[in-house]
């Protein structure tokens, strides 16, 4: 992990400049293909952000993107359009933003491109929240926060369901031990991403964040009309994922604990999550920990496996414990031929 002494050294090189002429820090943005973009760049470049957004100015973008997911394209002339009514400079390649900026927003939709994205960020030493998901495969994960690691530079991700209305109640100890929960999103597939990946990532990692890093095992049930994960944490608890692929989509769960029940109440929008992302460039520490993301995404990748062993139990430390083999091989690779990383 990133030791406290490099986070404080980032955090000072993004900021002094900044503070010494109080002028904003500049954002910088990869990827105008999905509404998570332009919902920032509104928040951030306000005439009255907030004492917690204030500070922080979206100056310029590269709007690519996906090449071949429909969906996304599609989207990328309309969001790049409403930049540049927000007076925001459109450049043509990732080297030019890294350029112009301090920090950055990585929020191409498609998590392929985002390893090769990342690493570019990386070894310009610009702290990068990368949106959801954070790649497309649970190696390419492992590998981006190691190279964080190896280039000294804070990374964070999350889905915005990370701060549903009552999880940090719940969190606080609120009705004691979480001792089961249950959540459920909406959760259509893109054929190029585990399944999960691409939208029940908004289900999955609330219920990981409340029944925490160790689940033991996940078994999976798909049919045409729903997908259910159940997952088994250490001391016989249980937590389940409801993927809604039919019927009405929308967000929430309950967890159970020693001392109450909670529902978990409505989704926040996305303002709670841009503030802790303007709180780790402040810092140069990410509020979520690389070990709590990678279980988000390793029990994502053993529903995955789950499903193509036909419903079987699959244990989720074998799970990741198989890609950070893999990440170690590739990695090294990536590290000494730089060239070969996308610009």
């Known amino acids: 992990m990133i030791n406290r002494a490099a986070c404080l050294v980032i955090a000072v090189f993004v900021l002094a400049g900044a503070a010494r002429a109080q002028e904003p820090v500049k954002v910088g943005v990869i990827g105008l293909d999905t509404s998570h973009a332009p919902a920032f760049a509104k928040l951030l470049n306000a005439p009255e952000p907030g004492d917690d957004l204030a500070g922080f ?3 310029a973008a590269y709007p690519h993107g996906s090449a071949d997911i429909e969906s996304s394209v599609s989207r990328i002339p309309k969001y790049t359009q409403q930049y540049r009514d927000m007076g925001i400079d459109i450049v043509d390649s990732i080297d030019a933003l890294l350029q112009r900026v301090d920090v950055v927003l990585l929020e191409t939709n498609d998590g ?3 390893l090769a994205q990342a690493l570019a960020v990386m070894r310009a030493g610009k702290p990068v929240f990368i949106d959801k998901p954070i790649a497309a495969s649970l190696v390419d994960a492992v590998i981006i926060f190691k190279a964080a690691e190896h ?8 889905s915005s369901l990370r701060y549903i209305e009552n999880a940090p109640a719940v969190m606080a100890g609120k009705i004691g031990r979480v001792l089961g929960a249950e959540t459920f999103s909406p959760c259509s597939y893109e054929p190029r991403h585990p399944d999960l990946f691409w ?3 908004h289900g999955v990692e609330p219920l990981v964040m409340l029944m925490g890093n ?3 095992t996940v078994t999976r049930y798909k049919t045409d009309s729903t997908d259910v994960v159940v997952g088994q944490w250490p001391g016989g608890r249980i937590g389940t994922f409801r993927g809604l692929v039919a019927g009405k989509h929308s967000y929430g769960g309950r967890a159970f604990g020693e001392k109450g029940i909670m529902d978990l109440g409505s989704y926040q929008g996305y303002r709670p999550l841009l503030v802790d992302i303007v709180k780790m460039f402040r810092t140069g520490k990410p509020p979520v920990t690389a070990e709590q993301t990678l279980a988000v995404y390793a029990f994502m990748e053993a529903a995955d496996e789950s499903h193509r062993r036909g419903g079987q139990p699959v244990s989720v430390k074998q799970v990741l414990d198989q890609a950070r083999q893999q990440a170690d091989q590739r990695l090294a690779e990536l590290l000494k031929t730089p060239e070969n990383i996308a610009k």
């Open 112 to 114: 392929r491109p985002h």
């Open 57 to 59: 100015r979206v100056v």
């Open 151 to 158: 280039y000294h530079v804070p990374v964070y991700s999350a």
């Open 199 to 201: 939208y029940g990532i």
């Open 214 to 216: 160790d689940c033991q």
